[in-house]
């Protein structure tokens, strides 16, 4: 996928509280495939407590469309963490 | 030989606890239910510790449209997960394996939920992940609540009709819509009628339906063992139009010379939808040689489709229908925590590359491990 390089492209780069967290969403978020695969690439990573998404596309609309999809699930997932991390060995109440 | 569904316990535990997330739909639910270790049976109860659920409600006249209804789960999913955890007062480590619905089902909303379980999962030390189909969720749990062992299953809901038997480890299809669900049918002319959606369109096309009296003549669409409902839709629809449009007009019973009503049109759809699947299950069961009738899924809360059935499963020999009501029948998270828990014992688990939710997933896709009768 890197071997194609697309005009538009654009970093999201998300700090994280510890790298932990910044790996975990890394990989909640790379298995689901993206819908126009010769429109728009996403690639994550993390790199230390940064959670890293690079946006390559054909035009900044389509940009646009996949950086706020992405962040949506961002949301989610620190959601999740803010609620559950450190956590499991806990009670809710 | 009988499976083995004691390989996989964790040392020094007697049972298994399943966290179940399911929102294939406009219902978002977590359940979390536990399974003592050995087979189940009447003795041997899955037991159910929360089945918390939250509905993504439209004005009437709209539908949930994919967008906005992962908006809602989105919204709601970590509350509603954590509200399950404390009603069954379990803690993370207490927990065997998440389970959450792979498809089939909307898209959108399915990847918004399956995003919280993931997170969750890696969150609390890689608590296997384990993806179900939302059919076999209804099956199983729709099994063990009831009790029937090898029903002849009627799948109705607002994204699914079948009429499915259990084979040889495949809930084999053996009848089916043609085009849409019989729940999106009834849903649509809700619709149309500007019924509202609360607490089920459904529910309220019910409701006017115990007033009608007269029966219009609506297409009767079973082909094989198949049948068709758009037809029969579009017409009916026409009719409401006709009858309270802009300019409306007066649609007189041929019998009583009495105007035809709402009510009666929603009298009306009911008796041919049910009709219909009561004769595609009658004919499945004459071929698997059963006299069992479990219905699941949405519509199958519906008490008159019940009543119908039962007077069809009285005529056979020790005939006998299961049915549950609308905290089972209704997509909920806890049978994706049951279906999931007895693929999980069978040995199941999805790595997290292996989690991609699927629209499209049929309920024979699945290998039942866990039965071998």
């Given at each position: 996928m890197?071997?194609i390089?697309?005009?538009y492209s654009?970093?999201?780069?998300v700090?994280?509280e510890?790298?932990k967290?910044?790996?975990?969403?890394?990989?909640?978020?790379s298995?689901?495939?993206?819908?126009k695969?010769?429109?728009?690439?996403?690639?994550y990573k993390?790199?230390e407590?940064k959670?890293?998404?690079?946006?390559?596309?054909?035009?900044d609309?389509?940009?646009?469309v996949?950086?706020?999809?992405?962040?949506?699930?961002?949301?989610?997932?620190?959601?999740?963490i803010?609620?559950?991390?450190g956590?499991?060995d806990?009670?809710?109440? | 030989?009988?499976?083995d569904?004691?390989?996989?316990?964790?040392?020094?535990?007697g049972?298994?606890?399943?966290?179940?997330?399911?929102g294939?739909?406009n219902?978002?639910?977590?359940?979390?239910?536990?399974?003592?270790?050995?087979?189940?049976?009447?003795?041997?109860?899955a037991?159910v510790?929360?089945?918390i659920?939250?509905?993504y409600v439209?004005?009437?006249?709209e539908?949930?449209?994919p967008?906005?209804?992962?908006?809602h789960?989105?919204?709601?999913?970590?509350?509603?997960?954590?509200k399950?955890?404390?009603?069954?007062?379990?803690?993370?480590?207490?927990?065997?394996?998440?389970?959450?619905?792979?498809g089939?089902g909307?898209?959108?909303?399915l990847q918004?939920?399956?995003?919280?379980a993931?997170?969750?999962?890696?969150l609390?030390n890689?608590?296997?992940?384990?993806?179900?189909?939302h059919?076999i969720?209804?099956?199983?749990?729709?099994?063990e609540?009831?009790g029937a062992?090898?029903?002849?299953?009627l799948?109705?809901?607002?994204?699914?009709t079948?009429?499915?038997?259990?084979s040889?480890?495949?809930y084999?299809?053996?009848g089916e819509t043609?085009d849409?669900?019989?729940g999106?049918?009834l849903?649509?002319?809700?619709?149309?009628?500007?019924?509202?959606?609360e607490?089920?369109?459904g529910?309220?096309?019910?409701q006017?339906?115990?007033?009608?009296?007269?029966?219009?003549?609506?297409?009767?669409?079973v082909?094989g063992?198949?049948m068709?409902?758009s037809?029969i839709?579009?017409?009916?629809?026409?009719?409401?139009?006709?009858?309270?449009?802009?300019?409306?007009?007066k649609?007189i019973d041929e019998?009583?010379?009495?105007?035809?009503?709402?009510?009666?049109?929603?009298?009306?759809?009911?008796e041919?939808l049910f009709?219909?699947?009561?004769?595609?299950?009658?004919?499945?069961?004459a071929?698997?040689n059963?006299?069992?009738?479990?219905i699941?899924?949405?519509?199958?809360?519906?008490?008159?489709l019940q009543?119908?059935?039962?007077?069809?499963?009285?005529?056979?020999?020790?005939?006998?229908?299961?049915a549950?009501?609308e905290?089972?029948?209704?997509?909920?998270?806890?049978?994706?925590?049951?279906?999931?828990?007895?693929s999980?014992?069978?040995g199941?688990t999805n790595?997290?590359?292996?989690t991609?939710?699927?629209q499209?997933?049929?309920?024979?896709?699945v290998?039942?491990?866990?039965?071998?009768?």
């Amino acid at each position: 996928m890197d071997s194609i390089t697309l005009p538009y492209s654009l970093q999201l780069e998300v700090p994280f509280e510890t790298a932990k967290q910044a790996i975990i969403a890394a990989s909640t978020l790379s298995p689901d495939p993206i819908l126009k695969p010769n429109e728009v690439s996403v690639n994550y990573k993390s790199d230390e407590n940064k959670l890293i998404c690079q946006f390559q596309a054909v035009s900044d609309r389509v940009i646009r469309v996949a950086v706020s999809n992405v962040i949506e699930n961002i949301k989610t997932i620190i959601e999740c963490i803010d609620e559950f991390d450190g956590k499991e060995d806990q009670y809710f109440n | 030989m009988t499976v083995d569904l004691d390989q996989y316990v964790k040392p020094g535990k007697g049972h298994y606890i399943a966290l179940g997330l399911e929102g294939s739909a406009n219902k978002l639910g977590v359940g979390v239910i536990k399974h003592n270790i050995g087979p189940l049976s009447q003795t041997n109860r899955a037991e159910v510790l929360s089945n918390i659920r939250d509905t993504y409600v439209t004005p009437p006249g709209e539908g949930f449209l994919p967008r906005d209804t992962a908006r809602h789960h989105r919204n709601w999913v970590v509350r509603i997960i954590k509200k399950a955890l404390i009603e069954a007062n379990i803690k993370g480590t207490d927990i065997d394996c998440i389970c959450f619905t792979q498809g089939p089902g909307m898209g959108a909303p399915l990847q918004s939920v399956v995003i919280a379980a993931r997170t969750l999962a890696q969150l609390w030390n890689n608590i296997p992940l384990v993806g179900v189909n939302h059919c076999i969720g209804h099956i199983e749990m729709g099994r063990e609540i009831t009790g029937a062992d090898n029903p002849v299953v009627l799948y109705v809901s607002g994204g699914n009709t079948q009429v499915i038997a259990y084979s040889k480890q495949r809930y084999r299809i053996f009848g089916e819509t043609l085009d849409i669900a019989i729940g999106n049918c009834l849903d649509r002319f809700a619709r149309t009628l500007k019924i509202p959606n609360e607490p089920a369109p459904g529910y309220n096309i019910e409701q006017m339906a115990k007033k009608g009296k007269h029966l219009i003549n609506l297409p009767y669409t079973v082909k094989g063992m198949d049948m068709s409902m758009s037809g029969i839709l579009g017409y009916i629809d026409q009719l409401a139009n006709d009858m309270f449009g802009k300019q409306p007009k007066k649609v007189i019973d041929e019998v009583s010379g009495e105007p035809i009503t709402p009510e009666d049109l929603c009298f009306s759809l009911q008796e041919i939808l049910f009709s219909m699947l009561v004769e595609i299950t009658e004919r499945a069961l004459a071929h698997v040689n059963s006299n069992q009738v479990l219905i699941v899924g949405g519509v199958g809360s519906n008490e008159r489709l019940q009543e119908m059935m039962k007077l069809m499963i009285q005529d056979r020999k020790n005939g006998q229908i299961y049915a549950t009501d609308e905290r089972f029948c209704i997509d909920n998270g806890i049978m994706i925590a049951h279906a999931g828990l007895l693929s999980y014992r069978t040995g199941q688990t999805n790595l997290i590359n292996d989690t991609v939710c699927t629209q499209r997933f049929r309920t024979d896709e699945v290998f039942i491990k866990w039965r071998d009768d």
